[in-house]
């Protein structure tokens, strides 16, 4: 069995239908989400957008708000003070020349404060259900340690890689799925390791074997 299968397979008995853990209604919300999480944890972005959006819950009072109410809203999350800023432009961008409106467009996106090529591809794969596939630090180290990239591997490569080793239907919810896989099994310390189906395949638990 192609190595690329066997991980699709093994990742749909484990997520048939992964959902993303961040909260949002609206597209601006998701958006805003995947910048505050940088960094951060999804669980602990949740607590804070939940606070934000309730008390600023339009595009215009997220811009008119005042940035030291918004840094101590997430304050929790880290890097508050350059990810308030961030949140304020965003708002302003959308209202003055989007209409409200997060743009398809990935270079309209990536022209954003804080925004990139990692949370765009997260954002229209997600919202809008255009296939692609986001590199996060779990992507690329699930994508290491099971040798569907190699270890000097950039970012960019790793992508690339995932792109050509799975079907372009399928980028989107392998996105989700190597996430949730690296968030919950395969983790960085401590990985759970024990009945998992892709040892055969996995660089760490060849390195074990030969230490036996």
Not at 147 to 174: C, H, T, Y
């Amino acid at each position: 069995m192609m190595k690329s299968k066997l991980i699709g397979d093994y990742l749909d008995e484990l997520f048939k239908e992964p959902k993303c853990e961040l909260n949002y209604n609206k597209d601006y919300e998701l958006l805003m989400a995947i910048v505050l999480s940088a960094q951060s944890t999804d669980k602990r972005v949740n607590m804070c957008t939940d606070i934000l959006y309730k008390k600023y819950d339009s595009l215009k009072k997220i811009m008119q708000a005042p940035i030291e109410d918004i840094q101590r809203i997430i304050r929790p999350i880290g890097s508050f003070n350059k990810k308030s800023g961030y949140l304020k432009e965003i708002a302003r961008i959308l209202v003055e020349k989007y209409d409200g409106v997060v743009p398809t467009n990935r270079e309209d996106l990536e022209s954003f404060p804080g925004v990139g090529r990692k949370t765009t591809n997260v954002f229209l794969s997600e919202y809008y259900n255009i296939p692609a596939i986001a590199v996060d630090t779990h992507v690329e180290r699930i994508s290491k340690r099971l040798r569907l990239a190699n270890k000097q591997d950039s970012v960019g490569i790793v992508e690339q890689k995932l792109m050509k080793k799975f079907p372009k239907k399928d980028w989107a919810k392998r996105h989700l799925q190597l996430v949730l896989f690296g968030r919950y099994y395969c983790k960085a310390v401590k990985p759970s390791c024990d009945g998992c189906k892709l040892q055969d395949v996995c660089i760490e638990e060849k390195k074990k074997r030969s230490q036996v």
